[in-house]
């Protein structure tokens, strides 16, 4: 396993859904009621996408039966701020993870 090509592109990813949640609508930012429909979602398309790119990555490097896949499948579901956030939680653990397999893997065996 790469470590380090999988960290970069976890590391972008969050970088990605870090850049997202900043799209998230707030209530205050219009005067009409419509607002609050849309109050905690970010942009639709850079949701869908990231979504999409980081699904495509944790089965290319996990499969789908991973529990990293699943776990983010299920929590980042549609374009709420907070979905995103649980997203990037799943994207961290990974990497916290995929460190301390790098630094213990030759004292674990």
Known sequence: MDYEMIDAR???LIKKGK????????????????GALFEGKVNI???????????FFLE???GRESSYFEE?????????AQN???GIAVLESIKNELDFQK???SKLK
Do not use: M
Request: charged share 30%.
């Open 10 to 12: 976890i590391g972008d």
């Open 19 to 34: 850049s997202i949640i900043a799209t998230a609508h707030h209530h205050e930012e219009t005067e009409h009621w419509i």
């Open 45 to 55: 398309p850079r949701f869908n996408q990231w979504r999409t790119e980081t699904l």
């Open 60 to 62: 290319n490097i996990f």
């Open 72 to 80: 983010f499948e299920k929590v980042c579901y549609d374009n709420r």
């Open 84 to 86: 995103v956030e649980l």
């Open 103 to 105: 630094r213990y893997k």
